[in-house]
Nanobody, 121 residues
Framework: HVQLVESGGGSVQAGGSLRLSCVVS????????MGWFRQHPGKEREGVAT???????SYAGSVKGRFTISKDSTSNTLYLQMDALKPEDTAMYYC????????????????WGPGTQVTVS
């Protein structure tokens, strides 16, 4: 049974940094596509970044150059380092996986964590 649990959210001033973590359990973490998504109040969930099983990363245009996705296979943890935060980054952030080897953009993600709130003022 796959489980994803995010942590690291909080409140920060504009220009500050936060690092989100997502602990994965239930299957071979290193061989699946993983991603971070976010949902602004009243809006649909949107993709932020993906980490492919071969190490390829991709980012939404709105966060490129400010956010960095990475993983630690030894601890089965996915990270999202967020720098130069802006008020428009305020959202609930979710970790997710497709369960497949390769990512296909932000499509086909079917397993989600409960989310962690990020507030930038």
């Amino acid at each position: 049974h796959v489980q994803l649990v995010e942590s690291g959210g909080g409140s920060v001033q504009a220009g500050g940094s936060l690092r989100l973590s997502c602990v994965v359990s239930g299957y071979t973490y290193s061989s699946i596509c993983m991603g971070w998504f976010r949902q602004h109040p009243g809006k649909e969930r949107e993709g932020v970044a993906t980490f492919d099983s071969d190490g390829t990363t991709s980012y939404a245009g709105s966060v490129k150059g400010r956010f960095t996705i990475s993983k630690d296979s030894t601890s089965n943890t996915l990270y999202l380092q967020m720098d130069a935060l802006k008020p428009e980054d305020t959202a609930m952030y979710y970790c997710a996986t497709t369960g497949d080897y390769f990512c296909h953009g932000f499509r086909y993600f079917n397993t989600w964590g409960p989310g962690t709130q990020v507030t930038v003022s």
